[in-house]
């Protein structure tokens, strides 16, 4: 038997001055973002951002349902359409923020959606940096989606 230890490595900023500019360029982004959030439901939107190798910066939010597990999160609402659409182009950068909630802390992404993002990281064969950002408060940086989700499902037989 070995014991054995994980350890999460971060960075927090306090303010958002302190992030270089295009970091606080796609974090605007992804507070815009939560503007168009369709979240009549939970009034929780959630905005993200992703900045792709070409320079292009893209945003999702969460779309609810009266259904509710019909619903879907901002990250992957982002993430499949980028996908979709840009199947070639690589993320740099994600940005994930949400405006309303009652933590002092920045918004963690959901279980499926670190699942989905770490597939994403998987595919395009190079981590991406994560951004969480409390609005007028403090962001931290993850230097890969993997970071959110050690341990990750995966298989052989995907790369
Ligand atoms: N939500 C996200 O968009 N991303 C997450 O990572 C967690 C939760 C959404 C789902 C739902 O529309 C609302 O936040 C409240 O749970």
Redesign the pocket.
Known sequence: MQNKKIEIGYRQFDNLAELEVSDQNLINRALEACKT?Y?P??N???G?AVLLDSGEIFIG????NISFPA???????LLNFVHANFPEKKILTMA?T?TNSHSHNP????G??RQVMVEMEREQDTDYRVLLHKPGGSTIEFSGANQLLPLAFEDKLKK
């Open positions: 959030a979240a439901y939970s929780f939107p959630v993200a939010n969460n779309q609810e619903g879907t999160c901002a990250e992957r609402t994930i949400a918004v963690t992404p959901c499926v959606c």
